[in-house]
């Protein structure tokens, strides 16, 4: 369609790999497949384990099963378009289906970030009404939140796509990433855009409150924790939090490095920003059932029945 002279509307865009080492894609796709199938394995037996095992029926057990599942969402929606990039060197995609991308990855990304607070807020009751602990988050109070929070992740991203559909497309349509981001896809844009840049920022907004709020958790966990007597006893609390802290950093470190680049860097290295980006999406599933089989023994000992192994 013809807009005038110079705009010609456009139907899809380009994803960009690693610029510099096009040659080495199909070598990258070795790491990144392992690292995708390594994610999907072990959220799959995170979840399988929690599932069939009653004594794991607790808690923090189906929270860590929504950030199994969170987890899985965010590699589905977007690990694919990367290994199409390394593997096929295919870097086109229609504007619906990379606009239908960027609502699932900020989806999920949003709804890790909110489990990631409802862990927090599982850590300080556990430490501070350890007692009360079942009392307070019953199973069916847990469903609650869980389904609360994940109708509260659907519906801020859910005008996203619309926003962005009502936007036309000329002429640019190099995208910065292997996937489709709200805010990269913006860009590009060759109509009024205002209305997306103010919405995307209160959704950022909304996601850097839960680590604030994380923060303050930890804050009251703390303070919980040295009015403990027993040198024994603090310890053993904070080793409880120990995965979730773990967890946090995987997840927020990486938001945190690319948007600090974006804003203060003077001389910003694409490959560096996209190599963060890529991080963002390929880390936290993969290190979060490893980092809770590791340090949480309950997971371990069963996970290592279930493939026949005694737990030393």
Request: aromatic share 10%; hydrophobic share 50%; net charge positive.
């Amino acid at each position: 369609m013809i807009l005038n002279t110079s705009e010609v509307e456009i139907s899809s865009f380009l994803l960009t790999g690693i610029p510099g080492f096009e040659h080495m894609h199909i070598w990258v796709s070795i790491p990144v497949c392992l690292m995708y199938m390594t994610a999907i394995l072990g959220n799959c037996t995170i979840l399988c384990v929690i599932r069939t095992e009653p004594s794991l029926h607790e808690p923090m057990y189906y929270f860590l099963s929504m950030l199994a599942f969170s987890d899985l969402g965010l590699s589905f929606s977007s690990i694919p378009t990367m290994l199409r990039i390394f593997l096929f060197n295919a870097m086109g995609i229609s504007t619906d289906a990379c606009i239908a991308q960027e609502f699932f990855i900020h989806g999920f990304t949003d709804m890790e970030s909110s489990v990631l607070l409802i862990m927090s807020f599982d850590r300080f009751v556990a430490i501070r009404h350890p007692l009360r602990y079942s009392a307070i988050l019953t199973s069916s109070r847990v469903v609650q939140i869980g389904l609360a929070f994940s109708v509260k992740s659907i519906l801020l991203v859910l005008p996203l796509p619309f926003t962005l559909k009502r936007l036309r497309y000329c002429n640019k349509r190099l995208l910065s990433h292997s996937y489709c981001l709200h805010q990269d896809v913006m860009k590009l844009a060759c109509s009024d855009n205002r209305v997306n840049f103010y919405y995307g920022l209160f959704v950022a907004l909304c996601m850097m409150s839960d680590s604030v709020f994380i923060a303050v958790s930890y804050v009251f966990i703390l303070k919980t924790v040295l009015g403990i007597a027993s040198h024994g006893e603090r310890l053993k609390a904070l080793n409880t939090c120990v995965s979730h802290i773990c967890a946090v950093l995987i997840f927020y470190v990486p938001i945190i490095t690319l948007a600090t680049m974006h804003r203060f860097a003077k001389h910003k290295s694409p490959l560096a920003m996209i190599l963060i980006a890529d991080a963002f999406l390929l880390v936290p599933p993969l290190m979060n059932p490893i980092v809770y089989c590791v340090k949480t023994r309950q997971i371990r000992v069963k996970v290592l029945e279930k493939l026949g192994l005694r737990s030393k």
